[in-house]
């Protein structure tokens, strides 16, 4: 009777043990299945790219550079990608809040975002909640640079740059410089000839570069950071003291530079498009082509490098090199500056 029992039980286990092995077994099927069907649709989507409209985010105020270019952009865009290219406005924490978004967002290639440095950099160096890691977001390609210049008011009593520092080095904290952004490339600019300088300037951040120039033009700050297409726009109605290039800027050339005045470093802001970490590859590599065949227009080229910009032709991978290269060099830098 007991041998009866005991078979029975064990008939009984080896059933369930089977159950089991078999509801397993499904489990794993039907995962497989599902990230089969995923890894198709996505593949599909990517091979399919871009099948609608597509969102081009700038991180900063209407009116500014990075808004700018995405508006003589667009149209050239739109045909090469075959599909409508929406420009959307995201400004704030000198554009953390929109790289924060884009790293957050679906990696699908619908939205991408302009890619300024070094504010792409320095923001999450110094914000504790940036919201992002420069490294959550996937460089695409780089298009332009604008030179950061020093400029007053035309009917500034200071003519030459060591005038303007004399004074601030008399009266500390007393000069007010309009730049575009804290924790940008104009602040770092202020910064670096702060500490070069030994003087004490007060840095008035604009949440981009048009209200920083409009702050300053309506004379609310003494001195001005500004990009070098406003400043070849504006310099009509200021002196402009120095341009922050290894050489003379070829849309300034009697402008002389920070380094030949005696205050060794450079300033300016590197301009291209990003996308999430994660998106395909091939929906990147469309992007770079499309990027690329836009930025060599060469109707496009010159009109804008008459406008005071520099252009470039950087893809994906030297983009992304390069990026690598500013980010151990910017962090040296905020570190000798004490704000790290």
Known sequence: MILEQ???????????????????ALAVLFALIG??????????????YPSRAVNYVIPFDAGGQSDITAQYQREALERVLGVDVVIRHQPGAGGALAWAALARGRADGYTF?????????IQPLVRENAGY??????????????????????????????????????????????????????HLAILQLQYLSDTEFTYIPATGAAPSVTNFLGGHTQAI???????????????????????????LPEVPTFI?????????????????????????????AAFDAVSRDRALVAE?????????????????????????????????????
């Open 225 to 251: 950071l500004a990009n070098s297409d406003d400043l070849v726009q504006h310099q009509d109605a200021m002196k402009i003291l120095a341009i922050g290039t290894a050489e003379r800027f070829h849309a």
């Open 260 to 288: 030949e005045q005696g205050y060794d470093f450079t300033a300016g802001i590197d301009r291209g498009v990003t996308v999430a970490k994660d998106t395909p590859e091939e929906i990147v590599r469309a992007l770079e």
């Open 133 to 186: 890691q420069t490294e959550d977001l996937r460089p695409v390609y780089m298009f332009q640079t604008t030179p950061i210049g020093l400029a007053v008011a035309a009917n500034s009593p200071f003519d030459t740059l060591e005038e303007l520092i004399e004074h601030a080095r008399a009266n500390p904290g007393r000069v007010t410089v309009s730049g575009s952004g804290t924790h940008s490339g104009h």
């Open 304 to 340: 804008m490098e008459a406008l005071g910009f520099e252009m470039h032709q950087t893809g994906a991978d030297e983009f992304a090199a390069y990026i690598e290269r500013k980010q151990r060099e910017i962090t040296t830098v905020l570190a000798e500056l004490g704000e790290l």
């Open 6 to 24: 005991e078979k029975s039980m064990d008939r009984q286990n080896r059933r369930g043990r089977s159950v089991v092995l078999l509801t397993v």
């Open 113 to 121: 975002a302009g890619n300024n440095i070094p504010h792409i950099i």
């Open 35 to 48: 990230a089969m069907s995923v890894a198709a649709a996505g593949a599909g989507e990517a091979q399919s």
